[in-house]
């Protein structure tokens, strides 16, 4: 939740909600082995603290990942600027050459393609005839590497991985791996997000420009000393406290959300209770809001119930008796 309060969380996570951002593709960098540009964006193009944000929201349950890759970094120093290098196995030399070995079939000469290279074509030492083409007049017969070093021989050079930022030299028995992720915002998360931030934004702004403390969501502890949560908690002072539930849908909601908030503010007591409803209540669930005395918002959307709030409390101030509050009920 204290997540969802930071500026740059609230702007990353909105971008996946407006479809801006479908999942996070990570880049590779050979300073930072991961990047993720799009949350550089939102931490002023940090590729450090985007990778620590990444990180928490992963930790978080915000967001879910899948593997992308598997990065070879050294060992030492971490560094994903690593070389592939392949040494002499008798000196671990990595002045090594590929030697080939031809035989042209027509006269039958076998010997290494250097002796056959000139001035960029091929060309029999022994019989002095152009080689033409491959398979057909002459053909590969394999290769092997060559030490300049040491002069030995082999078939398979030895694999090893230098790293360029520190120097150390490794094998794969002691080679680091960094395992890299894509990531996505998890469904639950998302709507997590839209109920709690994007709808909540508005009715929070107004709260606040009435000198209110607010938190959304926000706790209170009850008499019975349970922990109560409410959508938005705002207060002022030691005593005034209002507490406000959003309740969305594509239809008419009854009163079962009515009840649900009343069993809080019976052990919560605050001084004002507010229910915004999108779009409406059913008439039986006003019924029992005016019995439990929560105050009913009905608004199309969050922006407008944001609206009627502020022209209410503009003319009523919200710290009115519960009879001036009562004129919130459209
Ligand atoms: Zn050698
Ligand atoms: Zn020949
Ligand atoms: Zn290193």
Redesign the pocket.
């Known amino acids: 939740m204290a997540l969802y309060q930071d500026p740059s969380v609230q702007l990353l996570i909105s971008k996946f909600v407006r479809g801006e951002i479908v999942e996070l593709t990570p880049g590779f960098d050979l300073d930072h082995t991961v990047r993720y540009p799009e949350v550089e964006e939102v931490v002023d193009q940090d590729p450090n603290a985007a990778k620590q944000l990444v990180q928490k929201l992963w930790d978080s349950g915000i967001f879910k990942r899948k593997f992308h890759e598997k990065v070879l970094v050294c060992p030492s120093c971490l560094s994903p600027n690593v070389s592939n290098d392949y040494v ?1 196995p ?2 671990n ?1 990595i002045d090594i050459e590929r030697k080939t070995l031809l035989e042209h079939t027509a006269c039958g000469n076998i010997d290494s393609v250097d002796n056959f290279l000139v001035e960029g074509s091929l060309l029999c030492p022994k019989c002095n005839k152009e080689l033409v083409e491959a398979g057909v007049d002459y053909q590969k017969l394999g290769a092997w590497f060559q ?1 300049a ?2 002069g ?1 021989r082999s078939d398979m050079p030895s694999p090893i991985h230098r790293c360029r930022n520190c120097g150390h030299i490794f094998t794969i028995r002691d080679t680091g791996f960094v395992n890299v992720y894509a990531y996505r915002v998890s469904s639950e998360a998302e709507e997590e997000f839209k109920r709690s931030y994007l709808v909540m934004k508005p009715i929070g702004l107004v709260l606040e420009d009435f000198q209110f403390k607010v938190d959304m969501p926000g706790q209170i502890a009850g008499r019975s000393g349970a922990l109560h949560r409410f959508d938005a908690v705002a207060t002022k002072g030691s005593s005034e406290v209002v507490v406000l539930d959003v309740i969305a849908s594509d239809k008419e909601i009854d009163e079962v959300p009515v009840a649900s908030m009343y069993a809080k503010i019976f052990d919560v007591s605050p001084s004002q209770s507010i229910l915004v409803a999108i779009p409406g209540l059913t008439d039986r669930a006003k019924r029992l809001a005016a019995l439990y005395r929560v105050s009913i918002v009905e608004a199309e959307n969050s922006q407008r119930a944001a609206d009627q709030i502020k022209d209410k409390f503009g003319w009523a101030g919200l710290s009115g008796s519960d009879e001036s509050f009562g004129d919130l009920q459209l």
């Open positions: 002499c008798n000196c030399s030490c070093q040491c030995k």
